[in-house]
């Protein structure tokens, strides 16, 4: 048996367990402290601090308690809070959400795993000395006193610390500014993230998106940034929405455009690059779209626009030495746009910019160069006041346009623009119009500096299309002007310098085809032209003119008394009554002009019509130019000789002949013309002769051939006057004795003494005096020819008795060439009495017959007869449409009686003129009338002539006649 120590038991005594039992009380208490410190008392503290900081600066702060920090999870929150003045409103924060990692902090990296914040609503405002406050408290309130900065240190062993977010959310927060002027931003975001922004990886892009409102307009973006890249980059896509005027104007002020409505909504795509030298570039990719725009101001009037574009893709890049540079293209374009102010009323239907190819460079020095390809179209555009204007389509293009602007300010423009136009129209008391017209320069040069400016171009012009027209306005009448197709090629040069007056020049060549102008509708000047050419113009600041030709193609033209009478003027023209009195002759006017035409042509033929119903019976005649030449024409050379030639035919059978040269612009003319005209019918004249020596022609055909010679201004010539078969009678008896009484002795004795066997009277003319004041010795002519005829044929006892058997008259009338009523067809005993005509002819070659047309009174009922009845057929036809066209009756609502069908108008009422219409329509039978008789004497005089080859020159015309009275047939008389 063993007896145990009592000493050696391995149980505790009573003190080494109280021991144990200290130390562990200890370290428990220790780590509770700990995790007190930890866990707990940050929370509180923090609350404390937080609280009696906001309250020392008189804030009230409340919803601090709800202020958790929990280690454990890394997390922080709080909210909702609320700090402000004591009756003021606070700033809120809904909620603040923070987690953090702390075992980054060995890395010396702050990083943030998540922060999330809701619900900010803060009031920011700016005082007039820029001073900020945030719900009525001055945010120096929350800062420091200035202080020096840190000085800098040398140590490059001190690893900076970085900072990062892994997501951060900003939800339904509201942020207010305002300042001292009104102007207001409200911030709405309903959603701000931010994802993956870490300082320790620079190169790793982080995610951004925000979607809000500013001033109510919608606003999203979203995109990448590398903000601690050496290398800075954003992407970003943003679209902003709902932009009206008002909104603008809450956050900028007043932009001076009145009032507005209107939305705009932009969408971008940019990329922009911030490189370690200080270089950036951005490009922009997006658009503004506009849509029901109006704009109202109360000086400048009012916009409306229903539809806009503007649409941009642009690289800019900015330099490190300040130069920016702007590559890419832009177009804008709007639709259906008007305007009205100051003036001016505008409407638009289309119209869009395009500028391709975009190069601008603005150096650091100041200078700018732009190179680019503009382009603008315009739709439907109309010009309501100040005048009328409508434009169908406009197009202005320039495949290469630069501009430069040197340091220095020295100017350089290279273009090649192209400007186009269709249906284009101002109306007005002048009115204009083109169909289709453009211009196109291949070079457009502009340079410009200290020096002036100088401007040089060259291109081509074209259209078709163009009219001109200018109202009646008091005694000027109503012109117009139309142009068919235009194609023209110029140069021109300018030049304008300080202090000098504008220099200019210009040169090419153009063609005008199917020209056309009317002076009063016509009826004083009509004329047309097949084409117009001018080779090598030229023209100066000078107005210097020149061309080597012009020329005009198959010329029409047709004038009419209106040209030379006085507007609203009634009867007769004013008479002639001699030269006015003065103290000499008047100096022509100077030209306003220098020309130098190396030639003037009309080609392919021309005609004028002339007619004149300011007499009575009215005077008609027609010109066929066959050639017209004026060479060498230069009012720069007053001794230069200028060559004229003219070849023309009037009224079928008279020729008209005249050339040689002339000095016009000499100090004291000279020339040397020579003239002729050939078998000119004397009565479309008798007019005119009853003017001016008192009495009628009835029939009579001058031939007459002049040469004349100036030197310096001194007349030398001869004109000889042929006249063959003089038939006339004279005016009233005073009228008779007063022409009797100039030439000596009664105009029929003169003229049967002057006559020769053949009828014929032949004077030679001289010409003397000046070409101011020229003299023709007509008394020396006749009393030469009447006193050589009565010396040789009588002797001068038997002249009394003479003379009284002359004036008695007395002559052959043949039986007339018969017509077929109301025409020019010859019957056949006409025809068979042109046959014995032309037999008598044959056998004495040198006898001439006089041929006049008459109208009868045969003529007159037919001719009546038929415009009645054409009328009648007129007025019926008007009647039956209007019958037909309009509501049935009541009468005709049922069937009719006399088997009518039911709904049929009744047939009109039979038509018959009354005295008022009857004497219209005997008017306008009478003019035709004596129209007729005129064209019946060429029918005739063409019979012989084409049919039996009579020689024109033996049959004279007389002047036609109508006669109402006249019971005999149709016809044409021939008498000797």
């Known amino acids: 048996m063993t007896v145990e120590d009592p000493s050696s038991s391995s149980t505790p005594g009573p003190p080494r367990r109280r021991r144990v039992l200290w130390i562990g009380g200890v370290t428990v208490a220790v780590l509770a402290l700990l995790v007190i410190g930890l866990f707990v008392v940050p929370g509180p503290l923090v609350r404390h601090l937080a609280v009696d900081y906001l309250e020392a600066r008189g804030l009230d702060a409340q919803g601090f308690e709800t202020l958790d920090i929990d280690l454990w999870n890394r997390e922080v929150t709080i909210g909702p809070v609320a700090v402000g003045l004591t009756g003021a409103p606070p700033a809120r924060l809904e909620r603040l959400q923070l987690r953090f990692r702390l075992s980054d902090v060995l890395d010396g990296r702050i990083r943030f795993e998540a922060i999330v914040i809701r619900g900010i609503d803060v009031r920011v405002t700016r005082a007039a000395d820029s001073a900020l406050s945030v719900n009525q408290v001055p945010l120096s309130t929350f800062l420091p006193a200035d202080a020096p900065p840190p000085e800098p240190t040398d140590d490059a062993a001190d690893e900076p610390w970085h900072a990062g977010i892994d997501t951060f ?46 001033n109510a307009m919608e606003v999203r973006l979203r995109g990448q940034a590398r ?5 800075i980059t954003v992407t970003i896509d943003e679209q902003v929405a709902e932009i009206r005027l008002d909104r603008i104007e809450k956050a900028a ?61 642009v690289m800019l890049t900015v330099a490190a030495d300040d130069t920016v540079s702007v590559t890419g293209e832009l177009q804008a374009g709007v639709l259906r746009t008007r305007f009205d102010g100051g003036g001016v009323g505008v409407r638009l239907q289309d119209a869009s910019v395009r500028l391709n190819d975009v190069s601008l460079t603005i150096s650091g020095d100041g200078g700018l160069r732009f190179a680019g390809a503009p382009w603008l179209g315009v739709k439907g555009l109309a010009l309501e006041k100040p005048v009328a204007a409508t434009v169908a389509s406009l197009r202005v293009h320039s495949p290469a346009a630069s501009v430069a602007v040197g340091p220095d300010g020295r100017l350089a423009v290279e273009a090649a623009p192209t400007v186009s136009v269709r249906e284009a129209r101002v109306d007005g008391p002048a009115a204009a119009s083109v169909e289709e017209a453009a211009v196109a320069l291949e070079s457009l040069n502009v340079q410009g500096g200290g020096d002036g400016l100088r401007i040089a171009a060259a291109g081509s012009a074209d259209g078709t299309g163009f009219a001109v027209e200018v109202a009646e306005a008091g005694t000027t009448p109503a012109i117009a002007a139309t142009l068919g197709a235009l194609a023209a090629r110029l140069e021109a040069t300018a030049q304008v310098a300080d202090g000098a007056p504008p220099q200019w020049r210009t040169k090419g060549e153009a063609r005008l085809g199917q020209v056309g102008a009317t002076v009063a509708a016509g009826e004083a000047l009509s004329v047309t032209a097949e084409a117009v050419r001018l080779e090598e113009i030229e023209a ?99 001794d230069g000789r200028t060559t004229v030639n003219l070849a023309a035919t009037v009224n079928e059978f008279t020729k008209v002949a005249t050339g040689g040269w002339v000095r016009p612009f000499a100090e004291a003319p000279s020339f040397d013309l020579t003239g002729r005209i050939e078998g000119l019918e004397l009565h479309p004249v008798s007019p005119y002769a009853a003017r001016a020596v008192g009495m009628y ?39 008779a004795a007063r022409l009797s009484d100039t030439v000596g002795m009664p105009v ?66 043949f039986k007339p060439l018969t017509f077929r009523a109301n025409g020019t067809a010859v019957t056949v005993e006409g025809r068979s009495l042109a046959d014995n005509l032309v037999h008598l002819l044959e056998e004495r070659p040198r006898l001439v017959v006089k041929m006049c047309g008459r109208t009868t009174a045969e003529d007159h009922a037919i001719r009546l007869s038929r415009l009645t009845a054409q009328r009648r057929a007129e007025v019926m036809a008007a009647r039956q449409a209007e019958a037909a066209a309009g509501p049935p009756g009541p009468e005709t609502a049922g069937p009719a009686e006399g088997g009518r069908d039911a709904g049929m108008a009744p047939p009109p009422a039979p038509w ?27 029918a005739a005089k063409r019979l012989l002539v084409e049919r039996h080859g009579i020689d024109a020159g033996r049959l004279a015309e007389c002047r036609p006649v109508f006669d109402a009275e006249d019971q005999g047939p149709p016809r044409v008389e021939v008498r000797l």
């Open 697 to 735: 022609l009835d029939s009579g055909r001058l031939t007459a051939e002049a040469a004349a010679k100036a030197e310096q201004g001194a007349l030398a010539g001869e004109l000889d006057v042929d006249v063959l078969g003089l038939e006339f009678k004279p005016l009233p008896p005073e009228d």
């Open 540 to 638: 100066d600041q000078d107005l210097a003119l020149a061309a080597r030709q012009v020329v005009i193609e198959t010329l029409e033209a047709e004038i009419g008394d209106r040209l030379w009478a006085a507007p609203d003027a009634g009867g007769e023209p004013p008479q002639d009554t001699g030269p006015a009195t003065g103290d000499g002759p008047t100096e022509p006017a100077g030209l306003p002009f220098a020309l130098d035409l190396g030639r003037f042509a009309l080609e392919k033929g021309a005609v004028v019509r002339f007619a004149d119903a300011s007499v009575s019976p009215p005077v008609s005649a027609t010109a066929r130019i066959d050639a017209l030449e004026v060479a060498d024409l230069d009012t720069g050379t007053p």
């Open 227 to 231: 903000p601690f890249a050496d290398r």
């Open 169 to 214: 959310e900003l939800r339904q927060s509201r942020v207010l500014f305002e300042d001292a002027e009104g102007r207001s931003v409200a911030m709405e975001i309903d959603g701000l993230d931010l994802a993956g922004f870490h300082s320790w990886a620079p190169d790793q892009a982080g995610d951004f998106a925000l979607t809000g409102r500013v």
């Open 253 to 313: 002020g007043p932009l001076g455009l009145g009032e507005g409505d209107g939305v705009l909504t932009a969408r971008f795509q940019r990329h922009v690059e911030v490189f370690p030298d200080g270089r950036i570039t951005m490009s922009t990719d997006g658009s503004v779209e506009a849509e029901d725009v109006r704009l109202v101001h109360p000086d400048a009037g009012s916009l409306h626009l229903d539809a806009g574009l503007i649409a941009l893709k």
């Open 748 to 813: 029929e004795t003169v003229v049967g003494l002057l006559e020769d066997g053949e009828g014929r009277i032949a004077l030679t003319i001289p010409i003397a005096g000046t070409v101011a004041e020229p003299e023709f010795n007509l008394d020396d002519a006749i009393g030469q020819a009447v006193g050589g005829a009565l010396a040789m044929l009588f002797p001068p006892a038997a002249l009394v008795s003479l003379v009284g058997e002359v004036a008695s008259g007395g002559g052959v009338t």
């Open 912 to 938: 018959e003129p009354n005295a008022e219409e009857r004497a219209a329509l005997d008017d306008q039978a009478r003019r035709e009338l004596a129209e007729l008789a005129g064209a019946r004497t060429i």
